[in-house]
């Protein structure tokens, strides 16, 4: 029988670039990944902060303030480095220099050419780059966007690289490649939404009201409706949810089964509160 129209399959990630633009890198590991990048003489890495695990010789590291990638103010106020790891070539003869995943993370390289120079990645997703690429971290801001249903991808993925360079960002679990037709529909959980190209057009659902959500909590309760033309990256295992399940693998057996039971305390707490005070009121009168 034959497949509908709709139904370009999902493909393992699998890294393209221009054969005159190739950059030698390799990916060693399974899981917590290392790329190892071979540089030319006065060739450079740019390298978030913490990510270097080695290096040849010939490479000279320094901490720095690159104006490729920028960090507004208020994100250094709210803890995030503004400094990148400068990473360079100073020999006469080729080098290399390894840069590891900051956790349980596959390395995925991108040729930003490749997709017109433009992609959105989860937050904190770049790793590092070689050439010419610029990374936009944005925050999100209530009164920029009130209706979060309507709202674009960058309320979510809150990163952007742009240029014609070699960049490295970082999925979790199994990774695999949506090409979307024009007009082509996917839903997918928020959360596993590794990057995307911006032609995607992008739309917020909510599956529990907003209470709901806050006291009885859910898994997957906010996804996201995309529509083709793009190319979407889906990861397996976000970060956020393996450290959730982590931490409730080391706390007590009654947060484990409920997460939120201290916003059940301070809620019951509140509405006995209201019904003593309520008694109190109509006492008096």
């Not at 390395?107 to 904190?124: K, R, S, T, V």
Request: with cysteine; aromatic share 8%; hydrophobic share 45%.
């Amino acid at each position: 029988m034959a497949a509908p129209f709709f139904s370009t399959p999902f493909q393992p990630y699998v890294y393209q670039s221009q054969e005159d633009t190739v950059t030698p890198f390799q990916i060693l590991g399974g899981e917590a990944q290392v790329v190892q990048i071979m540089l030319k003489p006065q060739e450079k890495v740019i390298a978030k902060p913490g990510s270097m695990c080695y290096m040849s010789g010939s490479i000279g590291m320094e901490n720095t303030y690159t104006p490729e990638q920028e960090v507004g103010v208020v994100q250094w106020v709210l803890g995030k480095s503004v400094n990148s790891v400068l990473l360079r070539n100073t020999g006469q003869t080729d080098g290399f220099v390894g840069i590891a995943a900051p956790s349980l993370a596959r390395i995925l390289p991108m040729d930003l050419a490749m997709f017109g120079g433009d992609i959105l990645c989860q937050p904190d997703a770049f790793l590092c780059s070689v050439h010419d690429v610029k990374v936009v971290n944005s925050v999100y801001q209530r009164h920029r966007a009130r209706n979060i249903a309507a709202a674009g991808a960058e309320v979510f993925l809150r990163q952007r690289l742009s240029g014609q360079g070699l960049a490295f960002i970082t999925a979790g679990g199994s990774v695999v490649q949506k090409n979307l037709e024009v007009g082509e529909v996917l839903t997918i959980d928020v959360s596993c939404i590794a990057a995307l190209t911006p032609p995607i057009n992008f739309r917020i659902n909510y599956h529990a009201a907003p209470v709901r959500r806050a006291v009885f909590g859910g898994d997957n309760v906010v996804t996201a409706t995309l529509t083709g033309p793009g190319i979407v990256f889906i990861q397996s295992l976000p970060f956020h949810r393996l450290s959730q399940r982590i931490a409730r693998s080391v706390t007590s057996p009654n947060m484990r089964e409920n997460p939120r039971f201290l916003v059940q305390i301070g809620l019951f707490l509140f509405l006995a509160y209201v019904v003593i005070a309520s008694s109190l009121i109509l006492t008096e009168m």
